[in-house]
């Protein structure tokens, strides 16, 4: 019989799995989603009669915190997770002065294996279900005081999200359920390095998630070199799927724009990207590379990156340098990685 998990349930499932009546469904739901509490003998609303009966039938959590890192210069925190099956992730708490954001991962690991990125060189493992990308957001908020503010929640942490699509839609709609961390969905994006089958399924949901495409270079055979998923899905047909998202969504996209020293941060790549990016209704976030040991690249200069960002923004492209945050500890963009348990 396989196994009840909990997290990755709405309130009806849980009330139709554990064969409860529907109020006791949504009880759980809000003990697990809105109060975070894990422990079934501390859901005070449910007689000790019943604790006692569920406690063996269900998994209540997923994850454990097993240790938090937080940057001295930003105040980033970076999460480790263990999971059930002892496989690990990272996911991310990044404060900004008016708001804060949580990076998510999808998958222990990736399997697209972008040449700058350290997430991949561990290798891949498999799929995260939607309970534990959902707890990483619960024990992300244990760590942090909020008030009546939700964060932003960026689906750009470990692996590509489409290549989980079914599970990845289902964690955000658990987070923007009203019973439950009740996030807008606005505040939500999920990023893609150009899966173009997803992008066409993501363009048929019908909410206000945001999209982004890691792109990179906007010549294909750098971007094959940089992306290898490009190789499948070339710039013209990425182009075609977004073309098809903008036209059924009306909604605009981001283009994130890793600079690497010497490879892509030339005023000719900034041509090659705004020629390509013009075409949409667009922004570009560009990223100074953060470093990663054993891999053959170099962050560019600030006034490589200046240089880059002038020329869009002179051309009209809505651009901006992204000020990393977290690199101290590695859990800046491209850092993040699958900690291989001893």
Same mark, same amino acid.
């Given at each position: 019989?396989? #196994?009840?998990? %909990?997290?990755? /349930?709405?309130?009806? &499932?849980?009330?139709? *799995?554990?064969?409860?009546?529907? =109020?006791? $469904? ?108 959902? #707890?990483?957001? %619960?024990?992300? /908020?244990?760590?942090? &005081?909020?008030?009546? *503010?939700?964060?932003?929640?960026? =689906?750009? $942490? ?114 090659? /990207? ?69």
């Amino acid at each position: 019989m396989d #196994e009840i998990l %909990l997290t990755r /349930l709405f309130p009806e &499932e849980i009330a139709e *799995q554990l064969q409860l009546q529907p =109020y006791r $469904g949504k009880q759980i739901f809000r003990w697990l989603h809105e109060k975070r509490i894990f422990d079934i003998q501390k859901m005070t609303d449910l007689s000790k009669e019943l604790r006692n009966e569920l406690v063996d039938k269900a998994v209540f959590c997923q994850t454990e915190l097993v240790h938090v890192q937080e940057s001295s210069t930003s105040g980033t925190k970076k999460i480790l997770l263990r999971l059930r099956d002892n496989q690990t992730i990272e996911s991310v708490l990044i404060p900004h002065s008016r708001r804060m954001t949580f990076c998510l991962s999808t998958q222990v690991g990736c399997p697209l294996k972008c040449a700058f990125c350290a997430t991949g060189k561990a290798g891949f493992k498999r799929n995260l279900n939607a309970g534990e990308i959902v #707890e990483q957001v %619960l024990h992300l /908020l244990s760590l942090v &005081e909020l008030g009546d *503010q939700t964060p932003n929640i960026v =689906y750009m $942490g470990m692996g590509e999200p489409f290549w989980n699509y079914d599970e990845v839609v289902r964690s955000i709609k658990l987070i923007m359920h009203p019973s439950g961390i009740n996030i807008g969905a606005r505040k939500i994006t999920v990023s893609t390095a150009g899966d173009v089958k997803g992008i066409l399924k993501f363009a048929d949901e019908n909410w206000q998630v945001r999209l982004s495409i890691s792109l990179h270079a906007a010549d294909d055979t750098l971007r094959s070199r940089l992306v290898p998923l490009n190789r499948k899905y070339p710039l013209d047909k990425l182009a075609e799927a977004l073309h098809t998202y903008q036209q059924k969504t009306q909604r605009m996209i981001t283009f994130e724009y890793v600079l690497l020293a010497g490879v892509n941060d030339s005023l000719k790549h900034a041509q090659e /990207l705004f020629d390509y990016a013009k075409q949409f209704k667009c922004s570009v976030n560009l990223i100074a590379w953060n470093p990663v040991p054993d891999l053959p690249f170099k962050s560019p200069t600030q006034e490589s990156c200046e240089q880059f960002l002038q020329f869009l923004t002179q051309n009209g492209l809505n651009a901006t340098l992204r000020k990393e945050r977290g690199q101290d500890i590695h859990a800046a963009c491209g850092q993040l990685r699958r900690i291989i348990p001893e």
